[in-house]
């Protein structure tokens, strides 16, 4: 019996020590009884503990049903407000719709009136932007921008001194435009710095600072010197007519555009002949242009060689006694050295001494003649490479933009230009400088052949 007691109380001990190992694994029981009492004084507390914990929730609970019947009575009268709002929009719309109405048939005829002077105004906003006159008139863009939201307004009506301002403003740009007048006003230079200067403004054309034409544009609002001037005859006679105080000068202006000066505005955009050449030419531009110049710098030596050689070949002609420090002197020369040989014999030693000399006076010809011959070629070259290149980039990007195929079309045409232009000098000093060799070694031939005549002449008098 005692042997079941205690199993009976090993089981209830283990089983408490599993739900509160803090209160016994501080001290063991002494006894059965003092197991139980502990254990009731731990379920006590954790009754208690429980208890606490539904009234902490409970009160959460009560705390949250609260709030969202605050909530539901916040949905409530927001929705009443709404309700109330729209109805008020709705109202508003129908009286406003109804006074714009009432405005309109108030209007009437004015309304064709109003729909002229809006389309006039937006021309003339767009012909101030630009204008020379509103470099020396500011506020004028401000004003139409203004005037023309008020013209097409439906809920405001337009005055009369706008309108008559409106009118000033262009009978201003009539006036001006007929004027050649001069003021002070801040200039922009191609550094990127400003400075106040006197500028002299010819009409709505053109204006003209310290002998430099200037631009406007009405982003930017200010005058700006043009970064690539006109011929220097051009902006002599624009510095004489700022330097004028009456009288009649010739100067040069720009009438293209609307307002005029466009094309001088624009001289930015067109490259000079050596930034084309620079900018589109590429490698292989750059290589018939080296071989151009080879081929001028090797013709113009020969030329210069062959001239010094003609002119002591010309001096032998003249001359009775051979000389070494020519062609024609070395051929005659073999002459005199064998005066007893046959005449076959004899035109065959000067018909060799004169093929010795013509290497010599032919020399390089051959490299002009080939540079002439591939400079096209390698233009031909380049056309191609540039052409692969639109291709290319039409395959990218499209053929929509003509701005993005702009760079291997002209690589094309330019390398194109370029052979020929170094083909054709090419030519020319090749011809010019083969003349020069022909002519000598046409003297050297005949000079021969009147020694084997002389020889041939004497052997059958003999």
Known sequence: MKKIIQLAGISVTGLFLAVSSQSYA???????AELLNNVEQDRVAQSQEHREREQRFQQQANQQQQILDEVKSRIEQENSTNTSLTQQFDANQLTIAERREALRTARADL???????????????????????????????????????????????????????FWFFMQQELVESGKVVQYNDMVSLPSGEASERRITRIGSFNSISDGEYLSYSGAIGHLQVLPRQPAAEVLARATALENAGSGMFKVGIDPTGALGGSMMANLINFPTPAEQVRDNSGVIGFMIIGLGCIAVLIALIRSFILTIVAAKVNAQVKSDKANKNNPLGRVLLVAESNPN?????????????????????????TLIKIISTIAPLMGLLGTVTGMIQVFQQITVYGAGDPTIMAGGISMALMTTVLGICAAIPAILMHSWVKSKADRIIHIMEEQATGIIARKAEASNKA
């Open 341 to 365: 040989v046959d005449t076959e014999t004899l035109e065959l030693k000067l018909g060799e001494a004169i093929l010795q000399e013509t290497p010599s006076l032919e020399r390089f010809l």
């Open 111 to 165: 309304n064709e009136l109003l729909g002229t002077i809006q389309g006039v105004a937006g021309d003339v906003r767009s012909i101030f932007e630009n204008s020379l006159i509103s470099a020396q008139y500011d506020g004028r863009e401000e004003f139409l921008d203004s005037f023309i939201e008020r013209v097409a307004s439906d809920t405001e009506q337009v005055r009369i001194d706008e309108i008559e301002r």
């Open 26 to 32: 501080q001290q063991p029981a002494a006894s059965l």
